[in-house]
């Protein structure tokens, strides 16, 4: 516990938290943009075209960098104040606790750690095909056809079963975390404290629903 | 009132507690919850038996000194109130009342339901002052304070330091604590002068103490005999983060 990391204060290690967990937010309204163009029905004309983008502009790719930097120190930094936390009460209580707190808002290092399995599942279905880790019929020119690749798994019930539970997780993750973030990073005031409240519960549910409306999409409409 | 008693029990700071469970008849609703103890206490020494050792002081809620995790909340089942003030009529006629310390690292149990809380002090020595010049005392109005932030440092120094707010964290926090007595004075003139070292030194102190990391469940704030907001938390935050960065 002595490296210059771990010895960050806590407050420390929180803001790094919000200010990423806020990016991370950011990325997911332009991941769910691009998911969406999968249900225009114009031959992947949008959603091959924003694929390319993504991978082919060298701002993105910039970005992609601190993406992965984004995820990596947000899940350890998560670990870290959580292992600290355990450590603080060795002794547990006999009888749990029954003081009133928002439910979820007790579980976000288990509602994380399955975010963290989804996230490895995603990469092997998609990124690791990016970088030709993992084999795909799908693939011309060196560039994976996600519009034909995405179906393949939506079309598989108990994926597309996974997928919707998984984000109805993500939508309990976030839910807490939106407030929390705001909170860490000292934004409370009565003046702005309910506007957060609703736009984040708001977001929690609004995002994961719209990545959900895919595989609904692809399993029962198309 | 008829009740059972679930204490726990721990002969000194290096024993290994447990859980004993007792019997005790004749308790009115209209008792205190401490002095229900003090009852109990002295039908254990009129046993020859070692009575039941707790923190208590001054028994109307302002000293700080209750410590006491009742059936899985501090300070028991009534809200804003500290052990001493509970009564006896929260509970009912044959209830299981299960008694616990405060659980945190930082929070040693010395003996039974007594718990070391010398962590709050070596926090408050950090940076709990201001700097004052000796000789008479000034006029009062050459430091004007507007009447809000007067009310917000004196709401957040109504803290009494009990350390219910670790006690109900899931993580044992301390941030409620920390953040009234950084609060108290940030919100005052006369807390600017080591406003930024206060801030620094007594989240270090608290680190360094093993106190868990804020995950904003505000179990802190439901539980607090006082009512201190989790808006000082916040305000602890935007303190620590101005020290750094300016």
Not at chain 1, 194 to 221: D, K, Q, S
Not at chain 2, 1 to 9: F, G, N, Y
Not at chain 2, 154 to 171: F, H, L, P, R, S
Request: aromatic fraction near 14%.
């Amino acid at each position: 516990m002595n490296s210059s990391f771990l010895r960050f204060s806590s407050i420390t290690k929180k803001i790094w938290m919000a200010f990423l967990g806020i990016f991370l937010m950011i990325f997911l309204v332009i991941h769910l943009g691009i998911n969406l163009c999968l249900l225009r029905g114009d031959g992947g004309a949008w959603f091959n075209a924003a694929a390319h983008f993504m991978g082919t502009n060298y701002i993105v790719k910039v970005f992609e960098v601190v993406l992965f930097a984004g995820f990596i120190f947000h899940i350890l930094i998560g670990i870290i104040l959580q292992i600290q936390n355990w450590m603080a009460r060795p002794i547990r209580y006999k009888v749990n606790n029954k003081t009133y707190t928002p439910f979820l808002s007790k579980y976000m290092i288990y509602t994380g750690g399955i975010v963290l399995v989804f996230l490895i599942i995603h990469f092997m279905n998609f990124y690791f095909i990016k970088l030709g880790w993992v084999s795909n019929p799908h693939i011309s020119n060196g560039e994976p056809d996600f519009y034909l690749i995405a179906p393949e798994l939506f079309i598989q019930p108990f994926y597309s079963f996974l997928y919707i539970v998984l984000f109805i997780i993500l939508g309990f993750h976030l839910n807490h975390a939106f407030q929390a973030a705001w909170q860490t990073l000292g934004v409370n005031h009565p003046q702005y404290n309910n506007c957060i409240h609703w736009f984040g519960t708001l977001y929690a549910i609004l995002i994961p629903l719209g990545f959900i409306i895919i595989p609904i999409f692809f399993l029962f409409i198309r | 009132m008829k009740l059972t008693l679930k204490i726990w029990r721990q002969k000194d700071a290096k024993s290994t507690g447990k859980f004993v469970t007792y019997s005790l008849d004749n308790i009115s609703p209209n008792c205190s919850f401490l002095e229900m103890l003090d009852i109990f206490n002295e039908q254990q020494i009129s046993q020859d038996k070692d009575p039941v050792v707790f923190d208590h002081d001054c028994r109307e809620g302002i000293c700080g000194m209750c410590s006491l995790y009742i059936n899985g909340r501090p300070h028991g089942p009534d809200d804003a109130v500290t052990a001493c003030q509970l009564h006896m009529r929260k509970f009912s006629d044959g209830d299981t009342i299960t008694i616990e310390p405060w659980r945190a690292k930082p929070f040693p149990v010395i003996k039974d339901l007594m718990v070391d809380r010398t962590a709050f002090d070596k926090i408050i020595q950090e940076g709990g002052y201001i700097s004052v010049n000796t000789g008479g005392a000034a006029e009062a109005n050459n430091i004007l304070v507007s009447k809000v932030n007067a009310e917000l440092a004196m709401d957040a120094a109504a803290c009494i330091g009990c350390g219910a707010c670790v006690a109900a964290c899931k993580n044992a926090s301390a941030m409620l604590f920390v953040s009234a007595k950084i609060s108290q004075f940030a919100l005052l003139p006369q807390g600017q002068i080591e406003a930024k070292e206060r801030v620094k030194k007594m989240v270090k102190t608290m680190d360094e103490l093993g106190f868990g990391n804020c995950t904003n469940t505000y179990a802190c704030e439901a539980e607090c005999p006082k009512l201190i907001s989790r808006s000082n938390i916040a305000r602890l935050n935007r303190e620590f983060m101005c020290a750094k960065v300016i």
